[in-house]
């Protein structure tokens, strides 16, 4: 069992989105099984599902190699552990086209501030779409946001700091892609919304089994999950109180 075995599931649910997504691109590196990755390139050509085998950035290789014209339009990043379900980009494009400029997602936290500075994140609450704080808000795991055009643009890019920030130098696993773009989105001054209203909430997706997901691993053992950089990057942010981004 491996993650590159559920992927299947994962690309039939973006297929069957109520929606047709322009483009979908599967990035893998030269670590997964090689007679796997032939077998899926051939079952989904005709299905213009593109595979890429780009450098191991783990988990920022969601977003680290679209080319321009990709970087310039709306850009769903998901999981490879995932079914979604049906209506999960038509509420995501929804939410995003009625507040342009912004990010759209269906799950976070709401981050705890004291006094301006925010606190660590095992004080922050977990949410589904009732935070009206939005300035307060962490999209969490990546697999539910939908970003606007230009948004990976600058030192987002830079694989220098996502190794310098997001690299555990106790295992090194890459990861904390969710947190690496919360951090832009607040120093760009990008506002969050919940896609779905409270009262009309359901679970998104199935997920399989966490521990062969190695961005569950690498959030949680990682520096960033522990925060010793998350939290005093978003502090050290120039004439920035957290409260008032």
């Known amino acids: 069992n491996s993650r590159i075995d559920f992927l299947n599931y994962t690309i039939n649910s973006l297929l069957h989105q109520t929606l047709r997504i322009k483009k979908i691109i599967i990035n893998f590196d030269k670590t997964l099984d090689k007679e796997k990755i032939e077998f899926l390139k051939k079952k989904y050509n005709s299905y213009g599902v593109e595979f890429r085998l780009v450098e191991d ?56 501030d004291n006094n301006g500075n925010l606190v660590s994140r095992e004080n922050w609450k977990l949410m589904l779409n009732c935070n009206r704080k ?23 890019l830079s694989k220098n700091k996502i190794l310098k920030y997001c690299k555990n130098p106790s295992n090194g696993i890459i990861g904390s892609d969710d947190s690496w773009c919360n951090y832009h989105r607040i ?48 502090n050290n942010l120039k004439n920035t109180k957290i409260n008032t981004i």
């Open 134 to 156: 939005k300035n307060l808000f962490f999209f969490t795991g990546n697999a539910f946001t939908l970003y606007p055009p230009n948004f990976f643009y600058g030192e987002i």
């Open 57 to 112: 950035y783990g988990s920022h290789k969601k977003y680290l190699f679209l080319n321009e014209e990709e970087r310039s339009s709306k850009v769903l990043v998901c999981d490879d552990d995932v079914i979604y379900d049906r209506w999960v980009l038509e509420d995501l494009l929804d939410c995003l086209n009625k507040n342009i400029d912004s990010v759209a997602t269906l799950i976070g936290f709401k981050m705890s």
């Open 187 to 234: 120093k760009k001054e990008i506002t969050v919304f919940y896609a779905r209203p409270y009262s009309k909430f359901t679970w998104p997706a199935f997920m399989i089994d966490q521990k062969f997901s190695l961005g569950k691993i690498s959030s949680r053992a990682g520096p960033w999950w522990e925060g010793r950089t998350f939290e005093p990057l978003i």
